[in-house]
């Protein structure tokens, strides 16, 4: 068992139980009612099949007796390394119910990553797909567990497993059940305020840090999402973020379970894949960063498409180009878009409501939801004035506990009750916030900040544009001067001049103009499809740009 010291107070969860925002439930409980309530109704649909809720329910007791078997306890770490598949949800819902804790991994991770991230869980258990999207993470597995002392358990879902490691249909196909009683289990019941979730950040700006969530801090944002958005069991959802990262867990494996929802999972993203998804299952919520909206915006013939079911798509993960919504609000008039912003650390903190104007939903990210609070301060931490940049903080029921072995970020991170995003921010009069860049972000030219997600948001209004990324190189006479890195589309060119005539056609300050232009083929993105501007960095740094 692996222990976590976490930030959390007895004067929190008072706070948090009294307002309503904790309501002291388990994942388990809401699949579990689904089960007894609608024991038929089909639960997830993934690219290998489907299970109902009654199923679930079924699979995921045995998998937890499985685990029992196998010596894995309360407090123990089980990492998931796998596609969004069904045998994620199963293997989550099973380590709640012996109070085992679940570390979510993006399939992109390899060796390095993976060594970092196991070490800090302490992970007993690794569950990988054989082969997923043609690398043998089997192999890599064998390999990580012969450095790793904790982990006693390599567990694959598909395929036949090395020697030495569990195969999911051998574990599966044992009636452990039969040596594990319902009250035995019942009494494994972990206490709600216990860590349940140990995700890492997606590590863009440098070493990838353990977040540590309890069950009450997964639940609440959930519970305020589906107010805020006035979502129904009647719902079917969709997810293709990856379960690895924050949103597609929050999203895709926990929002459909407490809603009693049925959710369609996709492993590999393509858009004209999704909209048959959608005409097929009719489905009407989905969830992803720009990438994904865009990509779809883009698809052919989408107005003679079948997709009046679509009603919701929730936007964040990275800044959403302004002139992407605006798009969106044209093409799919009957799907409201909502752009939110958030992180691993708290979920989705604001969010545009439905009935908000288009100038909200366009220009913004939303105001704080039910149970957080957010407020933008100067260096010295004092409150500036509506349309004044500063630095972004967040407090409230979403938070998360503490970083895993890191009590100097458990303590730098905070003012008080209120965390350091490392986002700067505007907020108006409304409480409306917008996202103008991270604190790394910043560029000053002379003495001059340059406000990067601005430009950014004016670049992404040429249509020859895929994707741009402005980040600062040093200079001898200014201090910094900006780089603008460009993904264009195919067939498309753009060149420094061009770039520049077409900043000037959009009135912007000449002094904000990037002066020097990369093209590049593919922007780097983390896990959850935000752009790595730490690597565009350092191929500066290193002269790496051709």
Same mark, same amino acid.
């Given at each position: 068992m692996t222990h976590f010291d976490t930030r959390l107070t007895f004067d929190r969860i008072y706070r948090e139980k009294h307002t309503g925002n904790w309501v002291d439930q388990l994942i388990i409980d809401y699949s579990d009612r689904a089960a007894s309530t609608n024991p038929q109704k089909i639960a997830i649909i993934d690219s290998r099949g489907s299970c109902s809720f009654e199923e679930l329910k079924r699979l995921s007791v045995r998998c937890a007796c499985g685990l029992l078997g196998l010596g894995i306890s309360a407090g123990d770490v089980i990492s998931l390394q796998l596609p969004n598949w069904r045998e994620w949800t199963i293997l989550h819902l099973a380590a709640t119910r012996i109070g085992a804790i679940t570390n979510p991994l993006a399939p992109i991770?390899?060796?390095? *990553?993976? @060594?970092?991230?196991?070490?800090?869980?302490?992970s007993t258990m690794l569950a990988i797909t054989k082969n997923f999207r043609g690398f043998d993470h089997a192999s890599l597995a064998v390999k990580l567990r012969e450095g790793l002392k904790s982990l006693t358990h390599v567990l694959v879902i598909d395929g036949e497993a090395p020697p030495g490691c569990l195969c999911w249909?051998?574990? $599966?196909?044992?009636?452990?059940? *039969?040596?594990?009683?319902?009250e035995e289990l019942e009494e494994m019941r972990p206490a709600p305020n216990s860590v349940t979730e140990i995700i890492f950040t997606s590590g863009t700006t440098g070493v990838a840090k353990g977040v540590l969530h309890t069950h009450n801090t997964l639940t609440a944002p959930i519970n305020a999402i589906i107010d805020v958005l006035k979502l129904m069991p009647e719902d079917v959802c969709h997810m293709v973020s990856t379960f690895g990262h924050q949103t597609g867990f929050h999203g895709g494996v926990r929002l459909p379970l407490h809603l009693g929802a049925t959710v369609v999972y996709q492993d590999v993203w393509n858009p004209i894949e999704f909209l048959k998804l959608v005409e097929q299952h009719r489905i009407t919520i989905t969830n992803g960063g720009p990438t994904f909206l865009q990509d779809l915006l883009q698809c052919p013939n989408l107005a003679t498409r079948d997709l009046g079911s679509l009603r919701i798509f929730r936007c964040g993960g990275a800044p959403i180009p302004r002139v992407l919504i605006q798009e969106a609000l044209v093409k799919l008039p009957q799907m409201s878009v909502h752009s939110?912003?958030?992180?691993? *650390?708290? #979920?989705?903190?604001?969010?545009?409501?439905?009935?908000?104007c288009i100038h909200k939903i366009a220009d913004t990210d939303g105001r704080a939801q039910r149970g957080m609070e957010v407020r933008v301060v100067d260096t010295e931490g004092e409150t500036v004035s509506a349309g004044i940049e500063g630095r972004l903080q967040c407090c409230g029921a979403f938070l998360f506990v503490g970083y895993a072995k890191r009590p100097d970020l458990n303590v730098e991170s905070f003012e008080g009750e209120w965390f350091n995003t490392g986002d700067l921010a505007t907020m108006d009069e409304e409480g409306f916030i917008?996202? @103008?860049?991270?604190?790394?972000?910043?560029?000053?030219?002379g003495g001059e900040n340059i406000p990067v997600a601005y430009v950014e948001n004016v670049l992404y209004e040429d249509p020859r544009i895929v994707?741009? #990324?402005?980040? #600062? $190189?040093s200079d001898p006479r200014l201090g910094e001067r900006a780089c603008a890195f460009i993904e264009l589309r195919s067939e498309c060119s753009l060149d420094l001049i061009a770039m520049q005539a077409h900043l000037d056609s959009r009135k912007v300050a000449k002094q904000y103009w990037p002066e020097r232009l990369v093209i590049i083929e593919d922007m780097p993105r983390s896990a959850n499809g935000k752009i790595v501007k730490a690597l565009?960095? #350092?191929?500066?740094? *290193?002269?790496?740009?051709?």
């Amino acid at each position: 068992m692996t222990h976590f010291d976490t930030r959390l107070t007895f004067d929190r969860i008072y706070r948090e139980k009294h307002t309503g925002n904790w309501v002291d439930q388990l994942i388990i409980d809401y699949s579990d009612r689904a089960a007894s309530t609608n024991p038929q109704k089909i639960a997830i649909i993934d690219s290998r099949g489907s299970c109902s809720f009654e199923e679930l329910k079924r699979l995921s007791v045995r998998c937890a007796c499985g685990l029992l078997g196998l010596g894995i306890s309360a407090g123990d770490v089980i990492s998931l390394q796998l596609p969004n598949w069904r045998e994620w949800t199963i293997l989550h819902l099973a380590a709640t119910r012996i109070g085992a804790i679940t570390n979510p991994l993006a399939p992109i991770f390899r060796e390095r *990553e993976l @060594t970092f991230m196991l070490e800090v869980c302490g992970s007993t258990m690794l569950a990988i797909t054989k082969n997923f999207r043609g690398f043998d993470h089997a192999s890599l597995a064998v390999k990580l567990r012969e450095g790793l002392k904790s982990l006693t358990h390599v567990l694959v879902i598909d395929g036949e497993a090395p020697p030495g490691c569990l195969c999911w249909n051998d574990f $599966m196909a044992t009636p452990w059940e *039969e040596s594990v009683g319902a009250e035995e289990l019942e009494e494994m019941r972990p206490a709600p305020n216990s860590v349940t979730e140990i995700i890492f950040t997606s590590g863009t700006t440098g070493v990838a840090k353990g977040v540590l969530h309890t069950h009450n801090t997964l639940t609440a944002p959930i519970n305020a999402i589906i107010d805020v958005l006035k979502l129904m069991p009647e719902d079917v959802c969709h997810m293709v973020s990856t379960f690895g990262h924050q949103t597609g867990f929050h999203g895709g494996v926990r929002l459909p379970l407490h809603l009693g929802a049925t959710v369609v999972y996709q492993d590999v993203w393509n858009p004209i894949e999704f909209l048959k998804l959608v005409e097929q299952h009719r489905i009407t919520i989905t969830n992803g960063g720009p990438t994904f909206l865009q990509d779809l915006l883009q698809c052919p013939n989408l107005a003679t498409r079948d997709l009046g079911s679509l009603r919701i798509f929730r936007c964040g993960g990275a800044p959403i180009p302004r002139v992407l919504i605006q798009e969106a609000l044209v093409k799919l008039p009957q799907m409201s878009v909502h752009s939110a912003w958030g992180q691993t *650390e708290n #979920a989705f903190v604001t969010i545009t409501r439905p009935g908000d104007c288009i100038h909200k939903i366009a220009d913004t990210d939303g105001r704080a939801q039910r149970g957080m609070e957010v407020r933008v301060v100067d260096t010295e931490g004092e409150t500036v004035s509506a349309g004044i940049e500063g630095r972004l903080q967040c407090c409230g029921a979403f938070l998360f506990v503490g970083y895993a072995k890191r009590p100097d970020l458990n303590v730098e991170s905070f003012e008080g009750e209120w965390f350091n995003t490392g986002d700067l921010a505007t907020m108006d009069e409304e409480g409306f916030i917008r996202i @103008t860049g991270r604190e790394r972000d910043v560029i000053i030219r002379g003495g001059e900040n340059i406000p990067v997600a601005y430009v950014e948001n004016v670049l992404y209004e040429d249509p020859r544009i895929v994707a741009v #990324a402005i980040v #600062a $190189m040093s200079d001898p006479r200014l201090g910094e001067r900006a780089c603008a890195f460009i993904e264009l589309r195919s067939e498309c060119s753009l060149d420094l001049i061009a770039m520049q005539a077409h900043l000037d056609s959009r009135k912007v300050a000449k002094q904000y103009w990037p002066e020097r232009l990369v093209i590049i083929e593919d922007m780097p993105r983390s896990a959850n499809g935000k752009i790595v501007k730490a690597l565009l960095r #350092a191929r500066l740094k *290193e002269g790496k740009t051709s």
